[in-house]
């Protein structure tokens, strides 16, 4: 069965410093791999996806991510953290496969803080 | 263009009641779902639909109730609140299966 495990519940990071979030993933094929971010009180929004191609893949708000397949991960990064980015990082999977296959499946999230 | 849309915001329940929670989306989306999100549970699917009159169970489905008359509204009907229903509820919608999805801000219910 597919699964999304992100393995850092709580980061703290010092504003300026480099970020770097686990994302590893069980699947039988290449999947379609998703960040989110979610700040208190509001709803997910789409930070970055992949689909094929360059595996290094730019979102929003500068962060990337990169697919290792070798590695069933898919890390997101980003070099300088301000504290506008504090707030709870969710790694997605999904497929184009039909039925309950197609539903995106969700890590548990990682909740980033950012210390001044 | 709004995205996704949910009404209402914010409600409490008494126990033994029922209720809808609304979730409209202007994107022509074939694929919508619903969600709730609990502390250290993360987001658990509990119905979607691939299209209008197609719906199917998600992961956490008893208690729930959906339908999809029309692509742009998917609402998600509590038959008899239980306490164990409180939960923050997010409605999203999709270009396709296993594609990216597209939140609404979500309701945040509390069932006494």
């Known amino acids: 069965a597919q699964s999304v495990t992100q393995p850092d519940i709580h980061i703290t990071v010092s504003e300026g410093a480099s970020l770097e979030l686990r994302c590893n993933y069980s699947y039988g094929a290449t999947p379609y791999l998703f960040w989110y971010v979610q700040s208190p009180g509001q709803g997910l929004q789409l930070l970055l996806k992949?689909?094929?191609?360059?595996?290094l893949v730019q979102g929003i708000k500068g962060f990337e991510a990169e697919f290792k397949r070798s590695q069933s991960s898919f890390n997101l990064r980003k070099p300088s953290v301000h504290w506008s980015d504090a707030a709870e990082y969710f790694c997605a999977v999904g497929s184009g496969y039909g039925g309950s296959q197609g539903n995106l499946i969700f890590g548990k999230g990682t909740k980033l803080s950012v210390k001044p | 263009n709004a995205g996704v849309t949910q009404t209402p915001k914010f409600q409490v329940l008494k126990t033994g009641q029922s209720m809808t929670l609304q979730c409209a989306q202007d994107m022509n989306h074939e694929y919508m779902s619903w969600y709730r999100q609990d502390p250290g549970m993360g987001l658990r699917l509990i119905h979607y639909?691939?299209?209008?009159?197609?719906?199917d169970q998600g992961e956490v489905p008893n208690g729930y109730n959906v339908s999809r008359s029309t692509t742009e509204d998917f609402p998600l009907r509590l038959l008899s609140a239980a306490p164990s229903q409180t939960s923050v509820y997010f409605c999203a919608s999709s270009p396709g299966l296993g594609r990216e999805q597209y939140f609404g801000p979500g309701t945040r219910l509390t069932v006494t």
């Open positions: 992949y689909f094929s191609g360059d595996t």
């Open positions: 639909s691939v299209g209008a009159g197609i719906t």
